[in-house]
């Protein structure tokens, strides 16, 4: 059975760095065609995809964040991770990983069930 | 950024009722590899997004067959045919053919 799951710090000030970190089970992001993306949704608003990590360590970003994105995993211990540079309030919303299994084909098969974060002085 | 535009944004529907919701991109979503990146989700209210189709028309695993996605290029559907209670919530497109990814602004599928 496969599970994710989302942590993070809850609140963080302006201009602070953003750690969220996924924990999964069922699956190992070292098999063929395994990825895990990250994508967010402020409160009452749509879906912004933000990175994604594939099981080859290849790596995809949204250019809309400017560089501010990193992402990385931990195969060992089944994690992923995305840091978010020098946060503003614009970056409150609910963060989503999902994981692929069959490559791009299938895309975000299972989510976990987010992590809310606010970003408030 | 490819821009996909979802209609109508808000869908009220009788439960049995056969409903379509409209995706429209920007650009084609046929890759140079053959595939045309293009997904379904819905997300239930106060629930995680859910993966319905992918790859336009292939059904997610679990997924009932009332579900159908079609279309081609630009112009894509997705089709509930009979509403059920638990099917209502916010219905998503998202491509994958260029990047970055973008997801439609969702359709607000809700009861009549």
């Known amino acids: 059975q496969v599970t994710l799951k989302e942590s993070g710090p809850g609140i963080l000030q302006p201009s602070q760095t953003l750690s969220l970190t996924c924990t999964f089970s069922?699956?190992?992001?070292?098999?063929?065609?395994?990825?895990v993306g990250w994508i967010r949704q402020p409160s009452g608003k749509g879906l912004e995809w933000l990175a994604n990590?594939?099981?080859?360590?290849?790596?995809y970003y949204n250019p809309s964040l400017k560089n501010r994105l990193t992402i990385s995993k931990d195969t060992s211990n089944n994690q992923a991770f995305l840091k978010i540079t020098n946060v503003d309030t614009a970056d409150t919303a609910t963060y989503y990983c999902?994981?692929?299994?069959?490559?791009?084909?299938?895309?975000?098969?299972?989510w976990g069930q987010g992590v809310m974060v606010t970003v408030s002085s | 950024d490819v821009v996909l535009t979802q209609t109508p944004s808000i869908l009220s529907a009788t439960i049995g009722q056969s409903v379509s919701i409209s995706c429209r991109s920007s650009?084609?979503?046929?890759?140079?590899?053959?595939?045309?990146?293009l997904y379904w989700f819905l997300q239930r209210p106060g629930q995680s997004p859910q993966r319905l189709i992918y790859?336009?028309?292939n059904l997610g695993s679990g997924v009932p067959n009332r579900f159908s996605g079609s279309g081609s290029g630009t112009d894509f559907t997705l089709k509930i045919s009979g509403v059920e209670a638990e099917d209502l919530g916010v219905y998503y497109c998202?491509?994958?053919?260029?990047?970055?990814?973008?997801f439609g602004g969702g359709t607000k599928l809700e009861l009549k």
């Open positions: 069922g699956f190992s992001l070292s098999t063929y065609g395994m990825g």
């Open positions: 998202m491509q994958a053919t260029h990047a970055p990814w973008t």
């Open positions: 650009q084609s979503l046929l890759d140079s590899d053959g595939n045309t990146y």
């Open positions: 999902a994981l692929t299994i069959a490559a791009i084909s299938t895309l975000f098969d299972y």
């Open positions: 790859l336009v028309s």
């Open positions: 990590i594939w099981w080859d360590d290849d790596k």
